[in-house]
């Protein structure tokens, strides 16, 4: 019988973004075909080329239309043309809120052979989750400017968060920290955030930590306020299994652990919607200086693309996904681009053939 069909937005985006996609498509055709999987592709252009050629980021009737795919795969968004926040608000940011993607996921995995920063540390130290929030906090718009131009000019920018908002990332983190614990992990959720200085919003945070965790009996729980936090990532990363954090903190704290885990060239990432269409996403900008070169790391969305074949249910898919990964970095020179003694394409390529020979 012929599989039903997943349907999948593809958005390259900008710079590098169309080239990485094109290497994780590549990755989910070699996945369909050894799995006996189907996925419909559709390319949409809303990037911002298209934004430079019309005045549109993206309409209220795209962003509808994106409601009806299973999933989407986004490359990058930003341009070096356009004034920054424009198409990072106007698409990628419309996106993430308009579909109420409200967990950002980002696994922090050091496979074996890639060099980390981090003296001492080996593939077991670091492997750990950063579940980031993503429908709150400082990026909610709230605030405002007063008296511009002038010495009295006052600049708000607000922290928002509602109970809602904490309970129901808190109460994913708790969910997720239990199946990884059901795969060999510690069970141990962090709560990361600021509760001496930033005492409102993270007194919500820690009361929501403890409400939900009363379901969670069997998940260990912690706290580590994120200036001390930069320091643990980088001395004991093995001490972390789930981390649980507000939107800025977490964008802040997973460069960080991104290079840790070998650069932005291997750091994937989901926006999640449980009960709605989620995106996928490296962490990693447009690149501009690499555009067009054939230069760059396109791992992270292949990885990205494991967590999208993860979180539609194609479990086995997703472990292959990751495993043809490790096998490929096992070939490779460097993760950075431009050093990887590879070019883009061969990488999707190597990937695509590891695939095959995976035995199932
Ligand atoms: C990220 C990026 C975005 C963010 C920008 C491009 C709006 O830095 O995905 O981490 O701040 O979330
Ligand atoms: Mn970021």
Same mark, same amino acid.
Request: charged share 20%.
């Given at each position: 019988m012929s599989p039903k069909p997943y349907s999948i937005a593809t958005l390259g985006g900008?710079?590098?973004?169309? #080239?990485?996609?094109?290497?994780?498509?590549?990755?989910l055709h070699a996945?369909?075909?050894?799995?006996?999987? =189907?996925?419909?592709?559709?390319?949409?252009?809303?990037?911002?080329?298209?934004?430079?050629?019309?005045?549109?980021?993206?309409?209220? #009737? #795209?962003?509808?239309?994106?409601? =009806?795919?299973?999933?989407?795969?986004?490359?990058? &968004?930003g341009h070096t043309d356009i004034k920054p926040g424009i198409v990072e608000k106007g698409i990628l940011l419309k996106i993430r809120f308009g579909l109420d993607q409200y967990v950002n996921l980002r696994p922090v995995k050091l496979y074996p052979n890639v060099d980390t920063p981090l003296k001492h540390k080996t593939a077991?130290? &670091?492997?750990?989750?950063? &579940?980031?929030?993503?429908?709150?906090?400082?990026?909610?718009?709230?605030?405002?400017?007063?008296?511009?131009?002038?010495? /009295?000019?006052?600049?708000?920018?607000?922290?928002?968060?509602?109970? /809602?908002?904490?309970?129901?990332?808190?109460? $994913?983190? $708790?969910?997720?920290?239990?199946?990884r614990k059901a795969a060999g992990y510690p069970g141990k959720l962090t709560l990361c955030g600021k509760s001496n200085v930033l005492n409102y919003v993270f007194d919500l945070w820690e009361r929501a930590m403890k409400e939900v965790g009363k379901d969670f009996p069997d998940i260990q @729980?912690?706290?580590?306020?994120?200036?001390?936090m930069c320091i643990y990532m980088i001395d004991c990363p093995e001490k972390f299994d789930v981390i649980v954090t507000e939107n800025l903190f977490g964008d802040i704290i997973t460069d960080l652990?991104?290079? @840790?885990?070998g650069g932005l060239g291997v750091s994937p990432g989901g926006n999640i919607n449980p009960q709605g269409v989620s995106m996928f996403e490296p962490i990693g900008? @447009?690149?501009?200086?690499?555009?067009?070169?054939n230069q760059i790391n396109p791992l992270a969305a292949i990885g990205s693309a494991s967590l999208m074949l993860a979180h539609l249910g194609e479990k086995t898919a997703a472990a292959a996904v990751d495993q043809a990964i490790a096998n490929t970095i096992l070939t490779m020179k460097s993760m950075a681009a431009g050093q990887m003694g590879m070019s883009t394409t061969e990488v999707g390529d190597r990937v695509a053939s590891e695939i095959n020979l995976i035995k199932i």
């Open positions: 900008d710079g590098t973004g169309p #080239e990485v996609v094109a290497q994780a498509v590549k990755v996945v369909a075909a050894k799995f006996n999987l =189907k996925f419909t592709l559709t390319p949409l252009d809303y990037n911002g080329d298209r934004y430079l050629k019309t005045g549109v980021t993206l309409t209220d #009737e #795209e962003l509808e239309g994106l409601k =009806k795919f299973d999933s989407i795969l986004l490359g990058a &968004i077991k130290d &670091i492997d750990y989750v950063v &579940i980031r929030e993503n429908s709150g906090g400082l990026y909610t718009g709230s605030g405002g400017v007063s008296m511009k131009g002038t010495t /009295h000019e006052v600049a708000v920018q607000n922290m928002i968060y509602t109970w /809602h908002q904490v309970e129901r990332c808190v109460r $994913f983190a $708790f969910e997720y920290t239990r199946q @729980t912690d706290y580590v306020h994120v200036d001390a652990a991104a290079i @840790t885990q900008g @447009t690149a501009p200086a690499f555009t067009g070169l």
